[in-house]
């Protein structure tokens, strides 16, 4: 019998794991371009219609909304897909590259902009210029882009609003006033000191995690962090420096939990265990809570989201765009008008914790119940839709705060909060790496 | 009547058509993606679109890339660490449980259990002992052995270690099956004969075991390396997105990944590193074919 030649195997098993591994991204095409759709007036056609993540949780809802649709209008059917969030913005613009974008598509602040700015994407307010009636404004404005006028290139969908989630009971024994919880970035910072003189070490007052404070806690503090032509970035102040000293003396202080630097720490399961003062700041959350760890939600309390100086919250909505090349213009506006109308948004939000984008559907007496004021879940609802009708734009990531720029900035402020270098080193190092990715990303 | 040599010479190619699905598979989903890597890596390609070709910039730009030395470091230093680790240590865990004594089942499976385990499982249960208040630093702070706990998910360096650690911890059972294989190869009558000679366990075990399960050594060494120069999970789960505090404990397909993903996401760039990744890998892999011809000789 032969024997094994194992030193030739393990060259070859080497040289396709390699090969393998390296194994990796497509070239892409280019984007479809040309006048908007003309609507015929008549609804029919078969038009296919994509939803993220929304399969099996909501396909009784999804699917209920779709039937409804075509016994209105018995000409359309609609075909349902649903993708995984996993990569599913680069999916679709690489699907509108490829021409194969479906008619009725769920897409969010991003990749609107992506398919926009190709030009793939009706324009909602020719098509439908009443809607805009139907929409908060923070929502409908949202998808519009700048340049291009009042076009708006989506109906506006369901939205989470920020909120504000604390301990009322570690809160209190902080020596804090548990009516009186911070409204400003500076007023939690100086209540993370007193908590953590009181916590004997055992429970931190919030998260350091820098890719999810900023940009907002910077935004919230006024700081600049575009000049007006939007093409720098000019965070480097007194502000951003004094914020990254204060984060630091916090943090070496045991203010946040040591693993939340990196982003490794649990918010959930920290807060859950009693172990954190501040939540996660999303009404979903407190629904969590409230089925996994009854005694902390029996102390959690809600409040307005922090805004500090903007005096109020940003807008990320998921919305239903219309492909601007469609075989069937009245179905496919038609079916993302009913998807996003009113009574179809409220009865989503009664299957998860989101709310309508749709002004009437905000005006649910079910949105302004704020009940006895001592359930969180109910005040949570109240509160973050009020916090929803004054949503303005001026609070969301700026666009050109990308990924990559997100990263080069979270690490100098890990840097900066951990005292590896000093606060201003850590804002200018930042600045200068967030603009030189800003240059490239413009040239290219 | 055909005869059977006949068939063979008429139907040359049926040996190929079972091939052909196969060949076609890897042709489709690995040939050909490496072959684009190649070509992406020659042109300015962004994760949206198509790009022009740039020549060598994309590799000049990874050598003066403060980053990609960082990472290239790391995942050099992890592979240093990690290779030694899992080339010896299965050995002597397979030589543990090779006998057999009641219950030895059990701990063959228990070796085993951590290469079945989720990566998401395997990282929570590494953060909850490692973490700044977990098990480890609990112990020592009540033993008095430290008096502040060990940043090991904080420090870049000692996250680095504990990543280590935890590939070391998960490839020992996997790598301990290599070797009970081999070690089932080895003629029990060497060691009797040894024995008869007045070899004791130790001699056993470095004239007997080690020469005999060389090439099995070799192909651990060889795998475990391309491995380790592929970590990701393991630094993602336990230093964050970030690659530990400042990305510093970032390694090549930690920063392929960065580079590479998102809207702005640089293909070219990010296909250029890859393709250092496969020389590099290609280097270990030479290095050990080279040592078992040497050994071969």
Redesign the interface.
């Known amino acids: 019998m032969k024997r094994l030649h194992l030193p030739r195997i393990s060259l070859a098993t080497a040289l396709a794991a390699a090969v393998m591994s390296t194994a990796a991204c497509g070239v892409g095409g280019s984007g479809d371009t040309g006048d908007q759709p003309t609507k015929t007036g008549k609804i029919e056609g078969n038009i296919t219609f994509r939803t993220l993540q929304l399969k099996p949780t909501f396909t009784d809802y999804v699917q209920g909304v779709i039937d409804a649709f075509e016994e209105k209008y018995p000409d359309v059917k609609v075909k349902w897909e649903d993708v995984p969030g996993e990569g599913y913005n680069e999916k679709l613009v690489a699907d509108a590259q490829a021409g194969s974008l479906p008619d009725v598509v769920n897409i969010n602040t991003d990749s609107f902009q992506l398919l926009a700015d190709r030009g793939i994407l009706a324009d909602i307010s020719r098509l439908d210029p009443k809607a805009r009636a139907d929409f908060v404004p923070g929502a409908w404005d949202q998808y519009k882009l700048p340049g291009k006028g009042d076009a708006v290139y989506a109906y506006p969908w369901y939205v989470t609003p920020e909120i504000l989630t604390y301990n009322k009971a570690l809160f209190a024994k902080s020596g804090l006033d548990v009516d009186k919880p911070p409204t400003t970035v500076e007023e939690l910072f100086d209540q993370a000191e007193q908590i953590t003189a009181k916590s004997g070490g055992k429970y931190s007052a919030f998260m350091a995690d820098p890719a999810s404070r900023l940009p907002g806690d910077w935004q919230k503090m006024a700081v600049p962090i575009l000049n007006e032509a939007g093409d720098t970035f000019t965070f480097d102040t007194d502000k951003a420096v004094e914020w990254v000293k204060r984060m630091k003396e916090l943090y070496a202080k045991g203010a946040m939990p040591k693993e939340s630097l990196t982003g490794a720490a649990d918010i959930n399961q920290l807060y859950g265990a009693g172990k954190l003062v501040f939540g996660p700041g999303s009404p979903g959350f407190v629904k969590d809570i409230k089925e996994n760890a009854p005694k902390v939600y029996a102390n959690t309390a809600v409040a307005e989201a922090i805004t500090g100086t903007l005096g109020h919250i940003g807008i990320y909505t998921q919305s239903i765009g219309v492909r601007k090349n469609t075989q069937h213009p009245d179905a496919a506006t038609a079916f993302a008008k009913w998807v996003t109308n009113g009574p179809n948004q409220v009865e989503f939000s009664q299957h998860a914790t989101i709310y309508p984008s749709n002004a009437k559907g905000l005006d649910d007496p079910r949105f302004a119940d704020r009940g006895d004021g001592t359930d969180a879940e109910t005040v949570a609802r109240a509160t973050g839709a009020d916090l929803l009708r004054e949503a303005q734009l001026d609070a969301n990531t700026p666009v050109q705060w990308t990924s990559q720029v997100g990263d080069a900035v979270v690490r100098q402020m890990q840097k900066g909060i951990k005292g590896d270098i000093s606060a201003e080193d850590a804002v200018k190092k930042a600045q200068d790496d967030a603009n030189k990715i800003l240059a490239k990303q413009r040239d290219q | 009547m055909e005869t059977a040599t006949g068939l063979v010479h008429r139907r040359w190619w049926v040996p190929y058509l079972f091939l052909l699905p196969g060949l076609g598979m890897v042709v489709l989903?690995?040939?050909?993606?490496?072959v684009?890597?190649v070509i992406?890596s020659f042109t300015?390609?962004?994760?949206?679109?198509?790009?022009t070709f740039v020549g060598f910039d994309n590799y000049t730009r990874a050598l003066d890339d403060p980053d990609f030395y960082t990472a290239l470091t790391n995942s050099v230093l992890y592979t240093a660490v990690v290779v030694p680790a899992l080339v010896f240590l299965p050995l002597a865990l397979a030589v543990l449980v090779q006998k057999n004594i009641p219950g030895i089942g059990f701990f063959r499976s228990a070796f085993y259990t951590p290469v079945i385990a989720s990566a998401v499982v395997v990282g929570l249960i590494w953060?909850w002992v490692l973490?700044?208040?977990g098990l480890v630093n609990t112990v020592f702070l009540q033993l008095k052995f430290i008096s502040d706990?060990i940043?090991f998910?904080?420090d870049s360096t000692v996250l680095l270690f504990s990543a280590m650690a935890v590939t070391i911890w998960k490839g020992l059972g996997y790598y301990m099956v290599f070797y009970l294989a081999a070690l089932g190869n080895v003629p029990a009558t060497l060691y009797e004969a040894a024995a008869l000679d007045g070899a004791g366990a130790v001699r056993r075990f470095f004239s007997i075991t080690v020469p005999s399960v060389k090439?099995?050594m070799?192909?651990v060494g060889?795998?475990s390396?391309?491995s380790a120069l592929?970590v990701f999970t393991e630094i993602y789960?336990?230093?964050?997105?970030?690659g530990?505090?400042?990305?510093d404990a970032r390694t090549l397909?930690f920063m392929?990944r960065?580079?590479?993903?998102?809207?702005?996401g640089e293909?070219g760039y990010?296909?250029a590193v890859?393709?250092l990744?496969?020389l590099l890998?290609?280097v270990?892999?030479?290095l050990?074919?080279r040592?078992?011809?040497g050994?071969?000789r």
Do not use: C, Y
């Open positions: 989903f690995s040939l050909w993606p490496f684009n890597t992406l300015d390609a962004q994760i949206l679109r198509g790009g953060q973490r700044s208040d706990p940043p998910l904080t090439p099995m070799l192909l060889t795998l390396a391309i592929r789960i336990l230093g964050g997105e970030s530990g505090p400042g990305g397909p392929i960065e580079v590479g993903l998102g809207f702005a293909s990010a296909s890859s393709i990744l496969f890998t290609l270990f892999s030479l050990g074919h040592l078992s011809k050994d071969e």
